[in-house]
């Protein structure tokens, strides 16, 4: 089954512990980007990818690291998280880049103290 | 930059009812525009899309036509069911090929 998946699914974390969110699709897909959702603010870019080493900040990157080493595996990294990036992630993946559809994991939901 | 402005929601109505969330676009150049739903719990999913002007999206009874003299993307369904509630996500893809996504819409549908 085509899928992308997330772990955890959910974290509760205390400010300052290094954490890592796994992502892993299977489609073979190219391009791989992260998401955060709050409320009322939607869903933003975090970082993205169109290919092995290949990345780029998004629209919010600040905080957060990640690494393409592999085509199915895109991790998304926080050093040193704070109470501001308790928030809903989300992973996705598409063929090309963001035209082609996005297939979306389904969330991780992480709570920092 | 390009920004994508999608009506406020909650939005509540009854089944069989009309729905229409508005959708309204900046951008530079003729990005692809997207809808995508989230139903509850769950991760986004794509709805439908338009690539370019005047193209028409539609899947499981929803439409949308991409205009590009008024720059929007309303989303239409003519008889909304329960199994519809969820957050729908009005998208375009910018030169990087990136997707800005608007704030998205609640959508709760009453029997």
């Known amino acids: 089954e085509a899928q992308v998946t997330q772990n955890p699914r959910y974290l509760i974390t205390v400010t300052g512990k290094k954490l890592t969110v796994t992502c892993s699709q299977n489609?073979?897909?190219?391009?791989m980007s992260w998401y955060r959702q709050d409320p009322g603010l939607g869903l933003r870019q975090i970082y993205y990818?169109?290919?092995?080493?290949?990345?780029d900040k998004g629209d919010v990157p600040e905080g957060y690291k990640v690494s393409r080493k592999e085509k199915r595996n895109f991790p998304l990294i926080l050093e040193s998280p704070s109470p501001n990036q308790t928030s809903l992630y989300f992973c996705?993946?598409?063929?090309?880049?963001?035209?082609?559809?996005?297939?979306f994991g389904p969330g991780t939901r992480l709570t920092v103290l | 930059g390009d920004s994508v402005t999608q009506m406020e929601g909650p939005v509540t109505l009854s089944e069989e009812a009309f729905l229409t969330i508005n959708c309204t676009y900046t951008?530079?150049?003729?990005?692809?525009l997207f809808w995508y739903v989230q139903y509850p719990g769950e991760g986004l999913q794509l709805l439908l899309k338009?690539?370019?002007?005047?193209d028409k999206g539609s899947n499981k009874g929803f439409e949308a036509t991409y205009r590009k003299e008024t720059t929007s993307f309303h989303l239409e369904k003519g008889s909304v069911q329960v199994s519809d509630s969820a957050v729908y996500f009005c998208?375009?893809?910018?030169?990087?090929?990136?997707?800005?996504f608007g704030k998205g819409t609640k959508l709760s549908v009453k029997p």
């Open positions: 996705a993946s598409s063929h090309r880049d963001g035209t082609d559809t996005q297939y």
């Open positions: 489609m073979n897909h190219e391009y």
């Open positions: 990818s169109m290919n092995v080493e290949v990345t």
């Open positions: 951008a530079t150049g003729y990005p692809s």
């Open positions: 338009a690539t370019k002007a005047d």
């Open positions: 998208a375009l893809s910018d030169r990087k090929g990136n997707l800005i």
